[in-house]
């Protein structure tokens, strides 16, 4: 049987591209290992915490969810949402340094409570953010003292829309205050009373305010 021999072309074709091939594979980046590793915690304040460092932004984030209680009549209806409503406490610190306070809320039947990072062009085309539906709740600060009630805007998030997050001032804003500025008002008036149409909940501040406190990440509520 004849010895098979490569011509000499052929030879160099198949050459360049196992030299072609090797450049590609060189530069394909290596798999990520730093996935997104969520800690959760229940702390001794009855307060559950959640953090960790998202893996697509490399944002440090921390989130203290306390239980709330409905304030409506559905409260005591069979029909009433599981889980219960839930207020949080969002802390982030991003690469560049600059931290971020914010704050969610929902009316019970929220089972998603993971952090999402905020939006980013996917490409030169994106240059606006998507458009969230906004809502006004009313925010009343019960205590020993009366205090007005106020409305203030929240938008609806895109990857959780069971949920609200108080949407802090700037281009796409009605609220002229930061979250921040309402959460002193809570340190003498220690219950929220969020209100959307007929749904009403309750939320006892004052364990969610010392875990803010003690967070190094939500330094920036400055409280």
Request: hydrophobic letters at 40%; proline letters at 10%.
């Amino acid at each position: 049987m004849p010895a098979f021999v490569l011509h000499p072309i052929h030879a160099l074709f198949a050459l360049a591209l196992l030299y072609s091939f090797s450049a590609i594979s060189a530069q394909q980046p290596e798999p990520r290992t730093d996935t997104d590793q969520a800690e959760k915690t229940t702390l001794a304040s009855g307060i559950d915490r959640i953090s960790g460092l998202e893996p697509t932004s490399n944002i440090h984030y921390v989130r203290l969810i306390l239980s709330g209680s409905l304030h409506t009549p559905s409260a005591v209806d069979a029909s009433a949402p599981s889980p219960g409503p839930t207020l949080i406490a969002q802390c982030t610190l991003k690469p560049n340094g600059k931290s971020s306070f914010e704050l969610f809320a929902n009316f019970g039947g929220a089972t998603d409570l993971a952090f999402y990072p905020p939006w980013t062009p996917a490409s030169k085309q994106d240059l606006f953010p998507p458009r969230t539906e906004k809502v006004n709740l009313t925010m009343d600060f019960l205590g020993y003292l009366h205090v007005k009630a106020v409305r203030r805007q929240w938008e609806i998030p895109l990857q959780t829309p069971g949920q609200y997050r108080y949407n802090p001032p700037g281009g796409g804003s009605a609220n002229l205050e930061e979250i921040t500025y309402y959460l002193r008002y809570l340190v003498a008036l220690p219950t929220l009373r969020l209100t959307l149409d007929d749904r009403s909940a309750d939320f006892l501040m004052t364990p969610l305010l010392d875990e803010i406190r003690k967070e190094p990440l939500c330094r920036a509520a400055a409280l």
